[in-house]
């Protein structure tokens, strides 16, 4: 992956900005959850692009890349598909604890956000 990569970019900066958020005192875990969903989500765009896809590509008229496609169509990348049900499980995961952290009337555990970025971290290269 090329780390000029518009979409490669913004992921490595999301999840450096989850890691900050994660180590301030007070931690600001509520906002790393968005983060950190988020770096995985442009790290999987990047992969789409250089293999060619497009957000169009999935069914969807949109132009812009949308969660469910992208998650449902994890497969469609050689790169992607290597990482089979983990991938797919993580983003699953990720997704859920974002949405939870943004909208829901429980806000995530500290505990939580912090090991999901942890397995977000341990991930990232292999997606590189």
């Known amino acids: 992956m090329d780390a000029h990569d518009p979409w490669w970019l913004r992921s490595t900066l999301n999840a450096k900005a ?21 770096a995985l989500f442009q790290a999987c765009i990047a992969h789409f692009e250089a293999a060619g896809k497009q ?4 069914g969807s008229n ?5 969660h469910t496609p992208v998650m449902n169509n994890l497969n469609a990348v050689p790169r992607l598909c290597a990482l089979g049900k983990h991938l797919k499980s993580l ?18 555990e500290d505990d939580d956000v912090i090991a999901d970025l942890h397995e977000l971290e341990r991930l990232l290269p292999q997606l590189k």
């Not at 989850?18 to 790393?32: D, G, I, S, Y």
């Not at 949109?62 to 949308?66: A, D, G, K, L, N």
């Not at 983003?91 to 995530?108: C, H, M, Q, T, V």
Request: charged content about 35%; glycine content about 2%.
């Open 18 to 38: 989850a890691r900050r958020l994660t180590t301030m005192e007070p931690k600001l875990c509520v906002p790393a959850a968005s983060r950190t969903y988020y």
């Open 55 to 58: 957000a169009s590509d999935f």
């Open 62 to 66: 949109e132009q812009r890349w949308r």
């Open 91 to 108: 983003f699953i995961k990720l997704r859920s604890r974002r949405e939870n952290a943004d909208y829901g009337p429980e806000l995530p």
